[in-house]
C-alpha cells in the first residue's frame, strides 16, 4: 500500500497522544457538517458524500480520508486515490461530487458510521479543514412470510403460524383484523450470529365460530412485508337420516308423473266405458 497512516490510529509508546487525540477529534467535530444518514439494500450501490468541494488543481493541497471506525476505506494524497483491501474493487471516489466515495455491491458488513476528514497543507504542515460523519444503513428484504395452520388445540380454536426469515435489521410483526391489532402468542425472533439475518415467528389462536381474514405484517426499517389468511365457516354436511337435494327432487318429479298417469288412465277408462253403454 502506497500509504498506511490511518486516520484514528494511536502510535505505540507515546504516553500523552491519547490526550492529545481526544483533543484533535474534539477540533474536528467542531469543524464537522453534520450526519447524514444513507439506507441500502444489499447488492445495491451507496454514494457517500463528505459535503466539501475542492477544485481540481488544489487537490495536491489536501489529503482526504474516509474511514469506518478505526479502519480504513480509501485515501486521496497527493492527488492519489488508495483503496483499503475489503473495498478493493468496488469502491469509486468521485472527487468532483463533494468528495464522495461510491461503494458498489452492497454488503451487509459495510453498515456503520463513516467519517470524511479533509486536511490541508499550511506552510508544510496538515491541519483541519473539514469533518463529515455518514451513517450508512443496510437493508436485507425479508421472505414473504408464510402461514402454517397448526390444528385445533379444543373444538372451536384454531392455531396459526406466521414466519419470516433471511432479513435485516431486526423485525416486528404484528397480527391484524380489520385494521385492528391483536395479540401475538409465542413471538420469537432470532438472529444468525455469523450472517447477522433474522428470523421471527408467531402464533394466533383464534375462533372457529364467525369468519376471519387476518394479516401478518412484518416492519423491519421503512420496509414491510405481509400475507393474508382467511377462514370461512364451512357449510354444515347433511346427516344420515336426510335425503340429498337431488333424490327429493327426482322423487317429487316421479310422483307428479305418476298422479299425470293415472289422471290420463282414469280418464281413458271412463271414456271406453261411455262408449260401452252407448253401444248397449
Known sequence: MAHTLMWGTLPP?????????????????????????VTKAVKEMAVLSCEYNIPTDQLTNFRIYWQKKNEMVLAIMSGKVSVWPEYANRTIAD???????????????????????????????????HLALVTLSIRVDFHDPIITDLGNPSVDIKKILCTSSGGFPEPRLSWLENGKELNAINLTVSQDSETELYTISSELHFNLTRNHTFICLIKYGDKQVSQTFSWIIPKPLPTDNQFPLWAIILITIIGIFGIIVSVICCWSCNCLLGITVKSS
Open 95 to 129: 472527487i468532483t461530487n463533494n468528495l464522495s466515495i461510491v461503494i458498489l455491491a452492497l454488503r451487509l458488513s459495510d453498515k456503520g458510521i463513516y467519517t470524511c476528514v479533509v486536511q490541508k497543507t499550511d506552510n508544510g504542515f496538515y491541519k483541519k479543514e
Open 13 to 37: 509508546h507515546w504516553p500523552h497522544f491519547k490526550l492529545f487525540h481526544l483533543l484533535v477529534l474534539a477540533g474536528l467535530f467542531h469543524f464537522c457538517s453534520g450526519d447524514s444518514q
